[in-house]
């Protein structure tokens, strides 16, 4: 089946500092890969998506990009703000497996004043 | 429209009871997870169903869990013989197999096993 590993496990960056979260899958069957944003005491809720025929989406401060060959796809944030405080997590689709989700182990991003 | 949504919210129980943890998706969404979230930790993946297949069982702890989902709808997560290392919050989340993708999480049951 699919595996997702994510890095790195923690963050900490300075406010208005850019911060950029890797993953990388297995399947290279997986088409669809996203991105999940969870805040303290909430339900993890998705932030940005990519499919395997792209390469890069952006969406204002956050954009995703897809290596397809490499099988790995990042997470970035510029302008870092307090609320990005958050756990972030990575996701893979494999069609080979029934179309089954598979999460990264997620990162705990800190924005500092 | 209704989002997923679960019941209890939160669940007290004393060690060794059983349990059981209802969700109910979002209309249409043929595939459902049930997934295990400690404090402070990642999404541990339980059950995956998917309109009529089989379910993918890979990631139950042990055979104390087990989990249905009736009429392709409400999946209810049962925990037999609960032992305090089950306190965890469950989440269930449904998506549709047609696009968009997106995954909808519930807002979780907070389990507490004493």
């Known amino acids: 089946g699919e595996n997702v590993e994510q890095h790195p496990s923690t963050l900490s960056v300075q406010e208005g500092d850019s911060a950029v979260i890797k993953c990388t899958y297995s399947?290279?069957?997986?088409?669809?890969f996203p991105w999940y944003k969870q805040e303290l005491g909430k339900r993890p809720q998705l932030i940005i998506d990519?499919?395997?025929?792209?390469g890069e989406k952006k969406d204002q401060r956050i954009a995703v990009t897809l290596n397809k060959t490499a099988k790995h796809f990042s997470l970035h944030i510029t302008e870092t703000q307090p609320e990005d405080s958050a756990v972030y997590f990575c996701?893979?689709?494999?069609?080979?497996?029934?179309?089954?989700?598979?999460f990264g182990t997620g990162t705990q991003l800190k924005v500092e004043l | 429209g209704a989002g997923v949504s679960q019941s209890p919210s939160n669940k007290v129980t004393e060690k060794g009871k059983d349990v059981e943890l209802r969700c109910d998706p979002i209309?249409?969404?043929?595939?459902l997870y049930w997934y295990r979230q400690s404090l402070g930790q990642g999404l541990e993946f339980l059950i995956y169903?998917?309109?009529?297949?089989?379910?993918?069982k890979s990631g139950l702890p042990s055979d104390r869990f087990s989990a249905e989902r009736t009429g392709g709808s409400v999946s209810t997560l049962t925990i037999q013989r609960t032992q305090q290392e089950d306190s965890a919050v469950y989440l269930c989340?449904?998506?549709?197999?047609?696009?968009?993708?997106?995954?909808?999480f519930g807002p979780g049951t907070r389990l507490t096993v004493t």
């Open positions: 990519i499919r395997s025929n792209v």
């Open positions: 169903f998917q309109g009529n297949s089989a379910p993918d």
């Open positions: 399947d290279s069957a997986s088409n669809y």
């Open positions: 996701a893979a689709r494999s069609t080979g497996g029934g179309n089954k989700l598979t």
């Open positions: 209309s249409g969404h043929t595939a």
């Open positions: 989340a449904s998506t549709s197999m047609t696009g968009p993708y997106e995954q909808y």
